[in-house]
């Protein structure tokens, strides 16, 4: 059954891109002044317009995410095509552009309402959104208005004091992305410490780690413990959101304990529009693959939604040695009643690996010698591993009446891993020689989540709130089995091939379960017409963890409680500016003392990080820039002559500048920069105190542009750049990594195939091959960076 699905997909990639232009007949045009009679019934946007199109001749095509979530009122009368057109876009925002072939396409309207072809404003009275209605695109397509904040559901990025990124499936697909790393390259204060062809992602958000120990780190539709245990990808996700900073009160505890933020993937829902969209891709040497995206809904209204998604790839990667394939499979099922809304989302996913890319460490005292190409590679060719993962989430919301809603969710995931393959990689000497011990893992991780909640809105006199109540439950079990053979000796620069170890398959065995549960409760407080918003919120967390040896028996438990506040200011001067200051605060469980020290076995109570945020969002109209300065406090656990305690602290200070929209017609840009001051203020060995962390730079920038040829209708041009200046390998700051800099160009052309909407797209990352270490973990391991690699794409929507 694999391999025929397989088979099917990419059969479809090679007759799609071998498939001749086919050009149709001349369009007609909204400026004919004939009048004629149209009966076309209210319903999304996207199918009113394209019966529309039909039925008067004209050529339109546009992205479907532009009408997401868009009503038209329909048309009944005898009209002109250009009356017909205004009335069915009155209210949306939206308005058509003529293109030089006679063409037509859509685009937001301006505020200024300069350009392209502006049909008459008609008013209407607007319906109030559904709550589980995403937050609408910003102007450029890249970047929403709004996402996720955990508990207390969708807000506007000027109503929340924190600051956010919210990416689009817009910028996913334009962007060739694969897995939510990639997407997060657009981020200046997120860096990826994962490997470019390695098995896991992980990453640092203001300095901190997140994701390092893969137990669900990620969040799935606001949920921990339903993403993939090592990686997600972009194939069923709608949106990647990120919120900068702690966020125990918003989602809760996070499983590995990351304090850094909190990335959110909200998962891709039926459309209004019905959609089958097959896209087709190519990435060096001989990557191959084929996606399936269908959206469909049912019943006398509608109610009924389905959204599928699929895909494969496979073949040779850019890097020596290695190849991977990928089989993707993703449900949504999803109900809208009047007052009920259901959702149910599946997933399943496998990731195959030869020669699976490993991190480096480097002996102490030697210099870190200069990057290897990125296509060699220093694992053996007999290396592999295999990745599952089945996930499932049920959602529900009832509004109880116009003032209460209440919510619930329950599910889970299983991971399961097996490798065969080299430890990480230690460099032992300058000129790059290096050791590694070969092993079989084999890893089953079970998560479970379950919550449930309120969300009450009311007026105290001249101040309104919104309140939310929410009872959380999780739950996850790792069981590990390990055999190692023999060390390997090796080249960074010249790898040198060994033969296969013969090491037994291990048995997997239980090694800890972990409990977090508890409850939490914010109010916002909105004042003066929303110029004021003032938002209060505590939650009490418990920890209940215990940690087993192999005879299955307790070796250590672990049972501590703590209470996280929230306090939030946004103070709106002037119609377009939000002034915002937060403190809140991060939780992360506290250590048990190691065997080798005197006080073995002694449980600490969780750690608490606290963070303190002031900032500024000015929104131009098409463009937004946002400036926040953050510091950032979390402790940790030593062990000083003998004895472990808590006597270490991190102090992250940083400053973060954003922009992101369309700073001119048919020009958009993305980016922003960092600014870090990391310290270690304390620790228990005096030489280190006032050192810089591993793996924080000083700075972090990016810059990501497009911009519409004006001389080629459908055709963008895109570049991009990412800057990390140098990064402390060990806590001594006596190792570190070079800066580096990485360009990407690109190009897509949107255009009507067989009058079916279709985009090509190319992406050469890393353009000039530069040779680079890409980031480094908090435990000291770094990794090669990416070479220089072409990506391909064709989309078409049947």
Do not use: C
């Not at 990667?317 to 449900?331: E, F, L, M």
């Not at 007999?382 to 499932?392: E, F, H, L």
């Not at 080798?596 to 820039?625: C, H, L, M, W």
């Amino acid at each position: 059954m694999k391999l025929a699905v397989r088979s099917a997909l990419l059969s479809l990639a090679l007759t799609s891109v071998a498939t001749p232009i086919a050009m149709a007949a001349a369009p007609a045009q909204l400026d004919s002044t004939a009048v004629r009679s149209f009966n076309i019934a209210p319903g999304p946007l996207g199918a009113t317009l394209s019966r529309f199109a039909a039925e008067s001749g004209i050529a339109l095509s546009f992205q479907p995410s532009l009408t997401e979530g868009l009503a038209s009122p329909g048309l009944s009368g005898s009209y002109s095509t250009q009356e017909a057109m205004s009335r069915l876009l009155a209210g949306s925002g939206l308005e058509i552009v003529s293109r030089t072939d006679g063409s037509y396409s859509l685009a937001p309207r301006p505020t200024d309402s300069t350009g392209g072809l502006t049909l008459a404003e008609t008013t209407i009275n607007a319906t109030q959104a559904r709550p589980d209605e995403l937050p609408s695109v910003y102007a450029g397509g890249q970047v929403a208005r709004g996402g996720r904040l955990g508990l207390m559901g969708n807000k506007d990025v000027m109503d929340v004091p924190f600051s956010v990124s919210n990416y689009t499936s817009t910028l996913i697909k334009d962007q060739q992305a694969v897995t939510v790393a990639d997407v997060l390259e657009r981020d200046s204060s997120v860096r990826s410490t994962g490997q470019t062809g390695g098995v896991v992602d992980s990453f640092f958000i203001r300095g901190f780690p997140v994701g390092e120990g893969n137990l669900g780190e990620l969040a799935f539709d606001g949920v921990y413990g339903v993403a993939p245990n090592y990686r997600v990808f972009t194939e069923y996700a709608e949106r990647v959101e990120v919120i900068k900073g702690p966020g125990a009160l918003l989602y809760g505890m996070s499983p590995n304990s990351g304090v850094g933020g909190v990335i959110n993937v909200v998962p891709k829902r039926s459309l209004d529009e019905d959609l089958t969209r097959f896209t087709a891709s190519y990435a060096m040497n001989t990557q191959v693959g084929g996606h399936v995206d269908i959206s469909r809904r049912f019943g006398e209204e509608r109610q009924f939604g389905i959204r599928i998604n699929g895909s494969t790839q496979q073949g040779d990667t850019a890097i020596d040695k290695q190849s991977r394939d990928v089989d993707i499979g993703a449900i949504s099922l999803d109900y809208r009643g009047e007052r009920l809304r259901t959702t149910l989302d599946l997933i399943s996913q496998q990731e195959e690996f030869d020669a699976p890319s490993r991190p480096f460490l480097i002996k102490s005292g030697v210099k870190v010698p200069s990057a290897a190409d990125g296509r060699i590679n220093v694992t053996q060719d007999w290396s592999w591993t295999t990745t599952r993962d089945k996930a499932a989430l049920l959602g529900a919301e009832y509004d109880m009446n116009d003032a209460l809603t209440v919510f619930a969710h329950a599910g889970g995931g299983k991971s399961d891993v097996a490798r065969l393959s080299d430890q990480t990689p230690t460099i032992l000497n300058d000129a790059g020689d290096t050791t590694s011990t070969p092993g079989y893992y084999k890893f089953e991780v079970e998560r479970y989540t379950v919550d449930a909640g309120a969300r009450l809105r009311f007026d105290t006199g001249p101040i309104s709130h919104s309140a939310t109540f929410q009872v959380t439950h999780y739950q996850d079990e790792l069981s590990r089995g390990i055999i190692t053979g023999a060390p390997v000796l090796s080249n960074l620069y010249h790898p040198i091939d060994r033969p296969k170890p013969l090491i037994a398959t291990p048995d997997v065995l239980k090694v800890s379960a972990t409990e977090l549960s508890g409850a939490a409760l914010a109010d916002t407080l909105s004042m003066m017409d929303e110029r004021l918003q003032v938002t209060f919120g505590l939650r009490e967390q418990n920890i209940h963890s215990n940690n087993y040896n192999t005879a299955g028996t307790v070796t250590s438990s672990y049972d501590k409680s703590k209470t996280t506040p929230l306090f939030g200011v946004v103070v709106k001067p002037w119609e377009h500016v939000s002034l915002y200051y937060n403190y809140i605060e991060g939780l992360s469980k506290g250590d048990i003392a190691p065997a080798t020290a005197s006080n073995s076995g002694e449980i600490f109570a969780p750690y608490i990080s606290r963070q303190q945020e002031v900032g500024i969002k000015v929104d131009y109209g098409t463009f937004t820039s946002t400036l926040s300065l953050f510091q950032i406090k979390k402790p940790s656990g030593e062990l000083a002559s003998g004895v472990f305690s808590v006597q270490g602290e991190q102090r992250n200070r940083g400053v973060e500048l954003n922009v992101f929209g369309e700073i001119a017609e048919g020009t958009r840009l993305l980016g922003g920069v960092t600014f870090l001051d990391a310290e270690m203020t304390k620790t228990s060995v005096v030489a280190n105190r006032g050192n810089t962390p591993v793996g924080v730079p000083d700075v972090q920038a990016n810059l990501w542009a497009e911009w519409d040829t004006p001389w080629i209708e459908g055709l963008t041009l895109t570049s991009g750049a990412i800057y990390t200046s140098s990064q402390y390998v060990d806590q001594a700051n006596t190792q570190k990594l070079d800066p580096w800099t990485r360009f990407d160009v690109g190009a897509r052309y949107s255009t009507r195939i067989a009058e079916r909407p279709t985009t090509f797209r190319a992406t050469v990352q890393n353009v000039f091959d530069r040779e680079y270490w890409s980031g480094v973990a908090s435990y000291g391991a770094f990794s090669q960076g990416s070479p220089r690699t072409l990506q391909l794409s064709a989309t078409v929507d049947f």
